[in-house]
């Protein structure tokens, strides 16, 4: 499931780092596992166990999730897929991505990052996406 994968990913990264040493994971988001793509919410299950359940700070995904649908965007765009993300715009989780300017048109606009602060290592993060996602 995707919690359970996400869980081990955790622990994975904890046994890492010594306990004493603050650490940051910025998971990515979860588009094609059955977990999700079964969920009653689809891609919305994402945001109560990357936030509410693991506790993380933000989220990295390709930047078509910008054009998908009821998410942002112009849904009436042939290229668009018809996916509700609506559950993912939550100002306690924003979606971080670097390198692509996102207009004030889009809904995503307001739950996105440019950079992650992080408070317990005192990193900035970017998240820079490839042309090609």
């Not at 689809?42 to 910008?66: H, K």
């Not at 649908?69 to 509700?84: E, I, L, M």
């Amino acid at each position: 499931t995707c919690v359970g994968g996400v869980a081990s990913f955790a622990a994975h990264a904890r046994h890492l780092v010594p306990p004493s040493e603050p650490s940051v994971v910025i998971p990515l988001l979860d588009r094609r596992t059955a977990f999700v793509q079964m969920h009653p919410l689809g891609l919305n299950v994402n945001g109560p166990v990357l936030r509410d359940i693991m506790g993380w700070d933000c989220f990295a995904a390709p930047p078509s999730v910008l054009a998908t649908g009821s998410a942002g965007g112009d849904s009436s765009s042939s290229s668009a897929v018809s996916h509700d993300l609506s559950g993912l715009r939550r100002r306690d989780l924003p979606f971080l991505l670097t390198n692509v300017a996102i207009p004030p048109s889009n809904s995503w606009r307001y739950y996105s990052e440019i950079v992650h602060f992080d408070d317990s290592t005192g990193l900035a993060v970017m998240s820079v996406a490839d042309s090609d996602q």
